[in-house]
C-alpha cells in the first residue's frame, strides 16, 4: 500500500511538471532565427575644426598684358591714292601739248605732254609723302613679364578628437576644414527564418541571433519604420 502511494505521487509531481511545461510554451514567446544579418554602409565626410590657416607664398615669373591710348599721326587718303602727281601731270602735259602747232603735230605734241606730264607727276609721286596729316588715338597693347608673388596654398592647423594636427590645403579654409571619409554602418540586411517560412528587413542595429514574433510578425523597429507613439 504505501509503495502504491508512492507511485501515484511520483506520477502526480510527473503530470504536474508536464502541466508546468506546457503552460510555460503556451505563453512563451517564439523566437525566428537570424539566418544573416549584413551592414549598410555609407561614406561619411570627416571634419577637423579650423585653429589657424597661414598663406604660403613663392615668387614666380608671369605675363600680362598692358595697354595704354596713343596718340598716332596720320595722312588722309588723296584723291588718286598715291598716283594724283601722275594723274595730274599727264593732265597738264597734254593740255599744254595741245596749245602746239596744228594738225597731226599738235595731236602729237599733245600725246608727247600727257606721256611727260605723267613722268614727271610720277616722280613728284615717289617724293610724295601723303595727303593731308591728321592725329587718331589708337589703344596699343604689349606683353610683359615680370616677377611676382603667388600664394601657393594654406599651412593649416586643426583640432580633431582633442588632438592638433597640420595640414597644407589649396584654398583658404573656413571654420571647419575636410579631411577625408569614412564607412558609417547605418542599418543591417537581416534575414530571418521560422518553421520554415523566411522573410528580410532592414533594422537600425544587429539583432543578434534571435528575432522576437508577436501576432506572427517580426516584433522590432526597422531602420525605416517611425516610432510608434
Known sequence: MTMNKTVLAAVAG????GGAIAAYQTFATPYADVVSSTPIIEKEPIYGDVVSSTAVTEMRTGSRQVCEDVAVEKRREERFGDKDGMVVGAVVG?????????GD???LATVAGA????????EIDRRHTGGQKYTEVEQQCRTVTEPR??????????????????TRVE???GAQILLGERDKVVGYDVTWEYEGQTGSLVMDEDPGK??????????????????QG
Not at 597734254?94 to 596744228?102: A, D, H, P, R, S
Not at 600664394?151 to 582633442?162: E, F, P, S, T
Request: no cysteine; proline share 6%.
Open 171 to 173: 584654398d583658404k579654409p
Open 210 to 227: 534571435r528575432l522576437p514574433i508577436k501576432d506572427g510578425v517580426i516584433a522590432v523597429r526597422s531602420a525605416d519604420t517611425p516610432p
Open 105 to 107: 603735230g599738235k595731236k
Open 94 to 102: 597734254g593740255l599744254l601739248g595741245n596749245q602746239v602747232g596744228g
Open 115 to 122: 606721256v611727260g606730264g605723267a613722268f614727271a607727276g610720277r
Open 149 to 166: 608673388e603667388e600664394v601657393i596654398g594654406y599651412d593649416v592647423q586643426y583640432r580633431r578628437d582633442g588632438e592638433v594636427s597640420t
Open 14 to 17: 510527473m503530470l504536474a511538471a
